[in-house]
């Protein structure tokens, strides 16, 4: 077949979350489709730095050139001083979910792109990720239409609200929970198939719009690329946190783990370091290595974080607010690397606790659980090798593309039916 699928950023991998995602489903698919990937981005090299997705997989770039304020999401064309509170009210009662209107440069170049395309090329079309549903306004009700959701971001939000004590904020989280949960109900039910990453997200997805068939297409990981080298040893009493850092709730988690439980993991195992790998740490975050020298290393982003997964010793997802997978557990498990997160990081994923991993939802836990691995070299061993064997069973990209696979030709025939 003939498909269009729309992007928000470039696929590439390696990579983070959602570009690695379309990267890997795109590479597996390109074998039985002719596969055209709409990507906007506002680097005009993007197209050579993708990498190659397959001899079938053309991509085409809508470049970005707006310019976004960082408090609304749009540009700012009246003084700030004068605005910013009106826009803000406007914001809370009548505009489009915030991660919506961040995204209003992005919509813009990918629907100019879609007003040049001649849509008799294309049998079927996939948009990439919930807050891009909007353009399913943009194709022809004609042409059969699936959603790859990637996460629910109204859980997210609802999440975020019930964590918060009572303030402004909260009200203003409760306010996007409310819109981005409209949003969702309206633009979901316009697409004849959903993909969800998970069973509890094909739930969620269920119940904005119970109509649409939803299909669960896990994230997975390339257990060939993430492979522990050979007799390579980690460092004792080492930790790694591995997250894009712009995202509120890795930096969220990690200032958490920082204030909460590392210092009394000192207290017990006084030799533990923390390295915090990923791009864009806002100010207290990247301040945390100069608070615990020696002790915590802020990294930034690196271009590899093989050695860093190799020279820990265990992973750590202490998150208290997100949704979707994580792709960083799938990795860490596939290294090896035993790991301990808190429920919600763990959500999506099929692992068992003191199986393929320990969870902890608290400081005491957190600290109980990286002391007893710390201690134990055979737990260490037994999480370790019980995490590949997970991985490689059942996360990997090719068998999620066989289910992709599986919806757009379901969808190709019932609409030739």
Known sequence: MRVL?????????????????????????????????????????????????????????????????ADLGRPTRIPVAISRRLHRIRHMLFEPPFEVMVSGPVLDALRSELARTSWTGYDLVQVEHSMLGVLRQDIPATVPCALDSVDVPSSLR??????????????????????????????????????????????????????VPCSVVPNGVDAEYFARPPDVRPDDDTLLFVGTMSYRPNAEAILWFAN??????????????????????????????????GRIVVTGGVEDVRPYMTRSSTGIVPLLNGGGTRLKILEMLSMQMPVVSTSVGAEGISVTHERDILLADSPGAFVSSLTALAETPSLRKFLGMNGRRLVESRYSWEQAADTVDHVWRSLATRESA
């Open 5 to 69: 699928t729309i992007c928000s950023q470039v696929p590439r991998f390696p990579s983070t979350g959602a570009p690695t995602r379309y990267f890997c489903l795109t590479t597996f698919l390109s074998g039985r489709h002719d596969i055209t990937v709409l990507a906007a981005s506002p680097n005009p090299r993007a197209e050579a730095e993708s990498g190659n997705m397959g001899a079938s997989v053309r991509l085409r770039i809508a470049p970005v050139t707006a310019c976004v304020a």
């Open 158 to 211: 609802k999440r975020q609200w019930e964590n918060l004590p009572r303030s402004r904020r909260r009200v203003a989280e409760w306010t996007e929970w409310l819109k981005t949960s409209r949003y969702e109900r309206r633009t979901f039910r316009g697409f004849d198939a959903l993909l969800a990453c998970s069973e509890l997200d094909r739930d969620r997805l269920a119940a904005l719009a119970p109509s």
């Open 260 to 293: 909460e439980v590392f210092p009394e993991l000192l207290r017990s195992r006084p030799e533990t370091r923390l390295f915090i790998v990923g791009r864009d740490p806002p100010a207290e975050v990247a301040q945390l290595g100069g608070m615990w020298p």
